[in-house]
Structures are given as structure tokens and as C-alpha cells.
């Protein structure tokens, strides 16, 4: 349903910025909020930022905010994390996920809400 792309090294320094884009496919791409997670090492899965169906309304992490940008192009089928002033601690394996929703504002936060996930790709930060 989904893959997703790195534009850009999947190893970064300390303060570095880096795009991850994940592409949809064989679903109604409009109808579905989206999302991205991350899980570093050792950790669980966490939320990072979500924006709902029309691109309305975008809601991020606290630890996030600031510095990541999500953005989506239904006409593309396309979903983007823009990552700024990256940190060592956003090292993780990132996933793009999909919510179906009728509402175009409608965003979650909660894992348990999406109904696809992408196979998931890795950001390393050095310090």
C-alpha cells in the first residue's frame, strides 16, 4: 500500500535536515488521514505528526514541534515528512501510516487508529 523514500542520506549530522516521502497506492488516497510514527532502538513506536485528509489540520509530537513539517499531495498520492534541526534522539525507523476517515479535518495520534502502514525506513543522527 505504501512505500516510502528518504530524499537525502539516511545519516545525518547533529542539526541536519532530511525529507522522507511515502507514496500510496491502491487506495482512495483522499479518504485517509495521515501519519508518521517512529520507533528508536529499545523504545516503542511513537507519534510523530499527522494531517488529516484535506490537509487542513496538522498535529505534531511536542518533541517535533518546530522542527518537522508534514505536508500531503492527494493529487500525487504523496504524504512528506520535512525534518529539521535533527537530533540525535530522532534517530528511529520511521512509518508512514493511514487512518480511513469521512472527515476532512479528522486527525489521530493513536496507532491503534490506522489501518496501513509502510515497511518503515531508517534515520540515523550523529552528534
Known amino acids: 500500500r505504501f512505500s516510502c523514500r528518504r530524499l537525502g542520506e539516511g545519516l545525518v549530522q547533529d542539526g541536519g535536515s532530511l525529507r522522507l516521502s511515502c507514496a500510496a497506492s491502491?487506495?482512495?488516497?483522499?479518504?485517509?488521514?495521515m501519519n508518521w510514527f517512529r520507533q528508536a532502538p529499545g523504545k516503542e513506536r511513537e507519534f510523530v505528526a499527522a494531517?488529516?485528509?484535506?490537509?487542513?489540520?496538522?498535529y505534531y509530537a511536542d518533541s517535533v514541534k518546530g522542527r518537522f513539517t508534514i505536508s500531503r499531495d492527494n493529487a500525487k498520492k504523496m504524504v512528506y515528512l520535512q525534518m529539521n534541526s535533527l537530533k540525535p534522539e530522532d534517530t528511529a525507523v520511521y512509518y508512514c501510516a493511514a487512518a480511513r476517515t469521512g472527515a476532512s479535518t479528522f486527525v489521530t495520534t493513536a496507532s491503534g487508529d490506522m489501518d496501513y502502514w509502510g515497511k518503515g525506513t531508517l534515520v540515523t543522527v550523529s552528534s
Open positions: 494531517i488529516s485528509w484535506s490537509g487542513f489540520n496538522t
Open positions: 491502491g487506495l482512495s488516497f483522499s479518504n485517509y488521514a
